[in-house]
């Protein structure tokens, strides 16, 4: 494994942990297909939502939120609906949230949650 990928894989650990300690459920997580993957699907109360992690040991290249672009986000929307078709459940409500890791070298994980952000 890449370190690059250990880094990804602890973000994504640490943004799950985070959104459930904020009351959400965790039903996904790297759910892929043919349009991309997504990195975590939950539910918080009858919303479901779409959740790209993005995780950097430093801000040197920017911060992690800064790597979403409009195209990602665009592709996330299109990633729902596919999650959507598949899955079924009868949300009323998707919405799509980016959480930010930031793993300094000293100290614990930096976490930044934007909440609908399309």
Partial sequence: MRATDAVGDYG???????????GMRVVGQG???RLGEIDIVAVDGDCLVVV???????????????????TK???????????LSEHGGGYPDIRID?????????????????????
């Fill in 52 to 70: 790209e992690v993005k995780t950097r040991r430093s801000v040197l290249a920017g911060t992690p939120l800064d790597a979403v672009t409009p």
């Fill in 12 to 22: 994504e650990r640490v943004a799950q942990r985070f959104l459930v300690d904020q």
């Fill in 98 to 118: 980016v959480v930010g890791v930031l793993v300094p070298r000293r100290g614990g994980p930096q976490v930044e949650h934007l909440r609908g952000v399309w």
């Fill in 73 to 83: 986000l665009s592709r996330l929307r299109r990633l729902g609906a596919a999650w």
């Fill in 31 to 33: 759910w892929r297909c």
